[in-house]
């Protein structure tokens, strides 16, 4: 081998690496460039979902809201229902005075337990829920 073809090796396989060294380089920047357009892409689509995140997040406050704002109603209508029962069983208790009074003062006036009137004071002493308000007239009398 003569020095004209040692010389023209070493040229190249020179040549061979430096082509190597730029197809690497080339590989590495095309896949840095894809790697930032899908990173951007990715981004973009956090940038989207964080919308979505927090327009649903406004509605879960709002819903909680708007359920606190219920319980709050359905209380305030707890206390005047529970107002007016109590209203209700004092007038049925003044009722109830009112017919003792009047059987004290006229006994032989008192109705019969069968009758209307009896049936009537009856049912001024429950309210819609079934609950007893308390003694009838002919609870008492049969006491």
Do not use: C
């Not at 790697?35 to 406004?58: F, I, S, T």
Request: proline share 3%.
């Amino acid at each position: 081998m003569d020095t004209g073809q040692v010389v023209l090796i070493i040229v190249v396989a020179v040549v061979v690496i430096a082509a190597v060294i730029v197809a690497v380089m080339m590989g590495r920047r095309k896949k840095a460039e894809v790697n930032r357009l899908h990173a951007a892409e990715l981004r973009e689509k956090a940038d989207e979902e964080a919308v979505g995140a927090h327009q649903a997040k406004a509605e879960a406050a709002r819903a909680e809201a708007d359920a606190l704002q219920a319980e709050a109603d359905a209380a305030k209508l707890r206390r005047e229902a529970e107002r007016h029962a109590d209203s209700a069983n004092e007038a049925n208790q003044r009722v109830e005075e009112h017919l003792r009074d009047a059987d004290k003062l006229d006994p032989a006036a008192r109705p019969a337990p069968d009758s209307a009137h009896a049936a009537e004071g009856e049912s001024l002493t429950r309210d819609r829920s079934g609950r007893d308000a308390g003694p009838t007239r002919d609870t008492e009398r049969n006491a």
